[in-house]
């Protein structure tokens, strides 16, 4: 993956982390004391020596993901719908625009999409669990349509 012509590795994801515990330091005071619980896969940078130290350093706990499975990411069941709805048919002159944009759509978001993104998560992961852990994406075809 690349984002502004840097490829994530290891040390840029960790970056990454220090930015979000900052946020969640400064956004939601004493989160940090309960502890954190992060899903995500095992990609490269998730999975490096580098990265699993800095978890285990801050006490992160990680919600095991099992490989291929869009079905368990929120952002892909439960955001990238809407959004490409939201999305559908707009034109932008500039890369700014854009992100003027998308910002202006997650502002308006009710707080309740993303507490039904997450809740739904738990049901999928149950899911997962029942079929041991196979791609079960399929048996969520008609869920993502109706969103």
Same mark, same amino acid.
């Given at each position: 993956?690349?984002?502004?012509?840097?490829?994530?590795?290891?040390?840029?994801?960790?970056?990454?982390?220090?930015?979000?515990?900052?946020?969640?330091?400064?956004?939601?005071?004493?989160?940090?004391?309960?502890?954190?619980?992060?899903?995500?896969?095992?990609?490269?940078?998730?999975?490096?020596?580098?990265?699993?130290?800095?978890?285990?350093?801050?006490?992160?706990?990680?919600?095991?993901?099992?490989?291929?499975?869009?079905?368990?990411?929120?952002?892909? %069941?439960?955001? %990238?719908?809407?959004?490409?709805?939201?999305?559908?048919?707009?034109?932008?002159?500039?890369?700014?625009?854009?992100?003027?944009?998308?910002?202006?759509?997650?502002?308006?978001?009710?707080?309740? %999409?993303?507490?039904?993104?997450?809740?739904?998560?738990?049901?999928?992961?149950?899911?997962?669990?029942?079929?041991?852990?196979?791609?079960?994406?399929?048996?969520?075809?008609?869920?993502?349509?109706?969103?």
């Amino acid at each position: 993956m690349d984002v502004e012509g840097q490829c994530i590795n290891a040390a840029r994801y960790c970056s990454t982390l220090d930015r979000v515990k900052e946020a969640i330091r400064r956004k939601r005071p004493g989160l940090l004391r309960w502890g954190v619980v992060l899903q995500h896969d095992n990609a490269t940078p998730h999975s490096a020596n580098l990265t699993q130290q800095w978890l285990q350093r801050y006490g992160w706990e990680i919600l095991p993901h099992p490989a291929h499975s869009p079905d368990l990411a929120p952002s892909d %069941f439960h955001l %990238f719908g809407p959004l490409k709805r939201h999305l559908g048919g707009m034109a932008f002159e500039t890369e700014d625009d854009l992100i003027s944009e998308l910002r202006n759509w997650f502002d308006n978001l009710d707080v309740d %999409f993303f507490r039904v993104g997450i809740n739904s998560l738990l049901s999928r992961w149950q899911k997962c669990i029942d079929l041991h852990e196979d791609y079960v994406e399929k048996q969520w075809k008609s869920e993502l349509q109706s969103v």
